[in-house]
């Protein structure tokens, strides 16, 4: 059973950048569409990104759309979450997740109701 770790969340002032990183542990992370979601104060959990289980594929939301870059390192079993340009209303805990039932190797799902598997969260906060 997968099991997911997040890092590299803090405090940064707009415009700024962060990288997140997330840990797969006890599974075979190459069989997994992995995904980023947000969840702002108040408000439900959301979409950031996602990316197949090869890396070819790629999705976003369209607020984070040409800002933040979603890759995947499937020998290192790490799949992280470049943020550049970073806006106050980008801040949330983000969560990785994993669908350890995707069925293909070229898509990976927006729908968090896919995803079965979830780290505990890293805060991240964006100052004006």
């Known amino acids: 059973q997968v099991q997911l770790v997040e890092s590299g969340g803090g405090w940064v002032q707009a415009g700024g950048s962060l990288r997140l990183s997330c840990a797969a542990s006890?599974?075979?992370?190459?069989?997994?569409?992995m995904g980023w979601f947000r969840q702002a104060p108040g408000k439900e959990r959301e979409f950031v990104a996602a990316?197949?289980?090869?890396?070819?594929?790629?999705y976003y939301s369209e607020s984070v759309k040409g800002r933040f870059t979603i890759s995947r390192d499937n020998t290192k079993n790490t799949v992280n979450l470049q943020m550049n340009s970073l806006k106050p209303e980008d801040t949330a805990v983000y969560y990785c997740a994993a669908d350890s039932t995707s069925y293909s190797a070229t898509y990976a799902s927006t729908s968090e109701l896919r995803y079965d598997r979830w780290g505990q969260g890293t805060q991240v906060t964006v100052s004006s």
């Open positions: 006890g599974g075979t992370f190459s069989r997994y569409a």
């Open positions: 990316i197949s289980r090869t890396g070819g594929a790629t």
